[in-house]
């Protein structure tokens, strides 16, 4: 019972327009029948007078008589007047129902207008095309008006040309998506486009109607709630991932602190490595705003405008003052969700980190059994292996969200053996690069994929285990990270070297050796700086990491195959034993 008023409502509003549309249909036909019925009286009219002026012509006697020539006249302009009356009715009638559009159309806040094969605008268009579109669109070049740049005007003139070639394999629908979605507006209002045709009679295309929305608001209201789902999902990852949050917060410091210190143009280079590393990290807990900034005091930092130290310095401080004020802004939100003890409660599993290896230390003192204290950090410190990547899955993920490609869940494979995540810590935090490089030029879009004959979603593995040398008669953690993506293209590295180092030795290498070169400072075979990569220090950022545990990466790559970086650094699960030399011990 409780549904049947809905669902007569529902009927009624439904035949609303079947009744609205009825009745502008027999209006429109009562118009049509009033012009045929005018139409017919001033034939009759015609063929009556006709009539009487060839009465002499078949040998009948004219009219003479002046009441029936009076009858005749006053029904002729009876007739006559009254057809005016009707036809006066008639335009009264068109011209209302066109004032009546004209405020319709106005009314809706868009902008309409039409062109033809040639790009011509006609002249009909409302008025909201000098607001939106910021001309009048009359008689001028669709080009024009919609302001295409002068490098696209070629293209937009075949698509054109397309557009209204007849029998074209392409169809409208299919051609209208390379013309342009939205307008440049001078007030950086968001102006949506649209198109939609007009057809004769045979079908084929006439004219193309363009309608401009502005979209402003819709688009604001979309940013603001889509900074609120970031901010939730900066939240829950903080959660998810305290221990990596608050390593960031402290390089993030450490980058303030290191901005306090003279530091020259030339000897910059760890610092712009830092400032590279952190704005992957931030973005990554979805901290945009100062992920934003980072990026762009970067990019100030690497500008050419900077010419001597002072200048760089200079800017130095101001780029520290954005940093803080931006981790400021962030550190208070976190607390006043967290709790102002967040930061102090430290790096954490079930309890402290560093209390682990304190622990530790104080059963050394206390003489405990060497073998009890390496089982100790071996089941309690150290951790699986693969929980060092979960981020890393994660990160891959969401990167290959954002540029529109597909992967798949990383594949784990080896033995997974248990390590102590302090000594290798900033190691695993340099990753990320190695993660953005594998989306931005390993994994190709699903569409190459295909072409290819492989699946659409790209496969990232990581392979660990622990392998012995008997030469140094020392154990090695050997982590193995591949994709099946796009791989290195040496004569790529090639063209890149050449604009670098013209007469380097990179000249008589082979392909296996000269691409060992993406881990050189500032190399890059991406033409233009994007969020992901372009600078050329992702990968020293990770050479350098791994050098400094007196360990060593080498990348492997089959072209069209995928890329495979077979990395070695010092396995250690004891307190006093050595790595090789360069290599940092397991220490508290």
């Given at each position: ?28 036909t009562r118009q049509v029948d009033i012009i045929h019925t005018s139409l017919a009286g001033m034939t009759a009219i015609v063929l009556v007078l006709l009539f009487a002026v060839a009465l002499p012509v078949f040998g009948l006697s004219p009219v003479t008589h002046k009441a029936e020539f009076g009858i005749m006249t006053a029904a002729a302009l009876a007739g006559i007047a009254y057809l005016y009356y009707m036809n ?501």
């Amino acid at each position: 019972m409780s549904d049947s008023p809905n669902h007569s409502a529902s009927g009624h509003e439904a035949h609303k327009p079947t009744l609205a549309g009825t009745a502008a249909l027999s209006e429109a036909t009562r118009q049509v029948d009033i012009i045929h019925t005018s139409l017919a009286g001033m034939t009759a009219i015609v063929l009556v007078l006709l009539f009487a002026v060839a009465l002499p012509v078949f040998g009948l006697s004219p009219v003479t008589h002046k009441a029936e020539f009076g009858i005749m006249t006053a029904a002729a302009l009876a007739g006559i007047a009254y057809l005016y009356y009707m036809n006066y009715r008639v335009h009264q009638h068109v011209s209302n129902q066109a004032r009546l559009t004209e405020v319709l159309v106005n009314s809706l806040g868009q902008g309409f207008l039409s062109f033809d094969m040639n790009g011509l605008c006609g002249r009909v268009y409302s008025q909201a095309c000098l607001s939106l579109l910021e001309t009048m669109p009359a008689e001028k070049n669709i080009k024009d008006v919609l302001h295409i740049p002068e490098d696209q005007r070629g293209d937009f003139k075949d698509w054109m040309e397309v557009l209204f070639m007849p029998n074209h394999a392409i169809g409208f629908d299919d051609v209208i998506k390379f013309l342009p979605a939205f307008f440049p507006h001078s007030e950086g209002r968001r102006i949506s486009l649209m198109y939609r045709p007009i057809r004769s009679k045979d079908g084929a295309l006439s004219q193309v109607i363009v309608i401009a929305t502005d979209q402003t608001e819709e688009f604001e209201a979309q940013q603001r709630a889509q900074d609120q789902q970031s901010y939730a999902e900066m939240i829950c990852r903080i959660f998810k991932e305290r221990n990596q949050f608050l390593a960031t917060v402290t390089h993030v410091r450490k980058f303030i602190e290191a901005a306090d210190q003279p530091v020259k143009r030339e000897d910059a280079s760890s610092m712009l490595r830092l400032l590279h590393t952190l704005k992957a990290a931030v973005k990554h807990f979805h901290l945009e705003e100062l992920g934003r900034t980072i990026h762009k005091l970067e990019t100030e930092l690497r500008s050419e405008t900077i010419a001597t130290d002072e200048d760089f310095q200079k800017q130095l401080k101001v780029a520290k003052k954005e940093v803080e004020d931006g981790l400021a802004s962030v550190m208070d939100q976190v607390r006043e969700l967290i709790g102002q003890d967040y930061e102090g409660r430290g790096n954490m599993h079930e309890v402290e980190e560093s209390a682990l290896y304190e622990f530790a230390h104080e059963m050394e003192d206390k003489n405990v059994d060497r073998n009890l204290i390496r089982h100790f950090l071996r089941t309690i410190a150290a951790v699986p292996a693969n929980e060092c990547f979960r981020q890393f899955d994660r990160e891959l993920r969401d990167l290959a969200e954002i540029v529109g490609k597909q992967v798949k869940p990383v594949r784990y494979t080896g033995s997974n053996p248990r390590i102590l995540t302090q000594p290798i810590q900033e190691f695993v935090f340099s990753l990320t690069h190695v993660c953005r490089n594998i989306i931005d030029h390993g994994i190709e879009p699903a569409v190459t994929r295909l072409a290819r004959g492989k699946d659409p979603a790209g496969q990232v593995s990581i392979h660990t285990d622990v392998i012995f040398d008997n030469e140094k008669k020392s154990e090695w953690l050997h982590i193995i990270i591949s994709d099946d993506g796009n791989g290195i293209d040496p004569s790529k590295v090639r063209a890149k070297l050449a604009t670098v180092d013209p007469q380097g030795a990179w000249r008589h290498e082979d392909d296996q050796t000269v691409i060992q070169h993406i881990f050189s400072w500032g190399f890059s075979t991406r033409e233009n700086v994007s969020d992901l990569s372009g600078h050329g220090v992702g990968m020293e950022a990770v050479e350098r990491e791994i050098r400094l545990l007196g360990g060593s990466v080498k990348v492997y790559s089959d072209l069209y195959r995928g890329t495979r970086f077979d990395i070695r650094i010092p396995y250690i699960l004891d307190l006093h034993r050595k790595a090789p030399e360069g290599a940092i011990t397991a220490t508290a």
